[in-house]
């Protein structure tokens, strides 16, 4: 059996079934929490894709693998995960992803970060998805789906990657009123202490980072009034900024590091 493991095995199953049939799924939307593994499993099936040996897995022997593993594989096309998507990335993508694969027998396409496609480039998205280009599987990602147009949504397979949500419970609900401090109301001096109280603690640090999470979440979808505050772009943006810290926790920066710098950020 290949080997993407996911939280919730049927979706792994899902993807390795189809590399030991060959039969793919075109377009996917792989959705959950950023840090939950998308890009890595996009990556692991992108290989196992292109490789040359059908054993569930990379080989890491063949040409594809070796291409694949320098970041040099010309039909592992990447874009995304660098901020805004903007419409010259998504024509450059469609245009290659209508050529024939020049090394593997498909063309693996990784949308990191797909929400933030502007409009004009999800339009672009969406016709490619309506004219699907041969033997290509294009892999979206996005912690929500709810993040992207529903016409892009219905067109693509949905692979769950499950979210690790904070539930306000009544021994918690401090950390909420103060996530909402920080976005809001507080003094600069009183959102440094925060970052101190917050980072004594690597899981209070995560805590706090998912509580900001939900409440940005929450206000695009127009559930708090956090919005009356923000603008969508700003609370994207604010969104990018929680990833990221999550991002440097996770490569051992100090919680008191990330959250003076997630408030610095902030403005
Ligand atoms: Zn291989």
């Given at each position: 059996m290949g080997n993407i493991k996911l939280q919730d095995k049927r979706q792994g199953t899902y993807l390795n079934q189809q590399i030991q049939s060959g039969?793919?799924?075109s377009f996917m939307l792989f959705v959950g929490q950023t840090g939950i593994g998308k890009m890595d499993s996009a990556l692991e099936f992108a290989a196992s894709v292109l490789c040359d040996n059908v054993s569930g897995e990379p080989c890491q022997m063949c040409s594809n693998c070796k291409l694949v593993v320098s970041g040099n594989h010309p039909d592992l096309l990447q874009v995304g995960g660098e901020g805004t998507i903007k419409i010259a990335s998504i024509r450059e993508l469609q245009k290659s992803l209508y050529l024939k694969p020049y090394q593997a027998k498909h063309k693996v396409a990784i949308i990191r970060?797909?929400?933030?496609?502007t409009e004009e480039s999800a339009n672009a998205m969406l016709k490619v998805l309506e004219e699907p280009p041969e033997n290509c599987i294009i892999i979206l990602t996005s912690p929500?789906?709810?993040?992207?147009p529903g016409t892009v949504v219905s067109r693509s397979q949905i692979v769950n990657f499950g979210t690790v949500i904070l539930q306000k419970t009544e021994d918690n609900e401090e950390i909420f009123v103060d996530a909402v401090n920080i976005l809001k109301k507080s003094q600069f001096y009183e959102k440094m202490a925060m970052a101190q109280k917050y980072s004594k603690e690597k899981p209070l640090t995560v805590d706090f980072l998912n509580a900001l999470e939900g409440i940005l979440r929450e206000a695009i979808l127009g559930e708090n009034d956090l919005n009356s505050d923000y603008s969508e772009r700003k609370i994207i943006s604010v969104l990018e900024l929680v990833e990221k810290s999550r991002e440097y926790l996770k490569n051992n920066l100090s919680g008191k590091f990330v959250l003076e710098n997630l408030i610095i950020n902030l403005g």
């Open positions: 039969d793919f799924t970060d797909s929400h933030l496609m929500d789906k709810k993040l992207l």
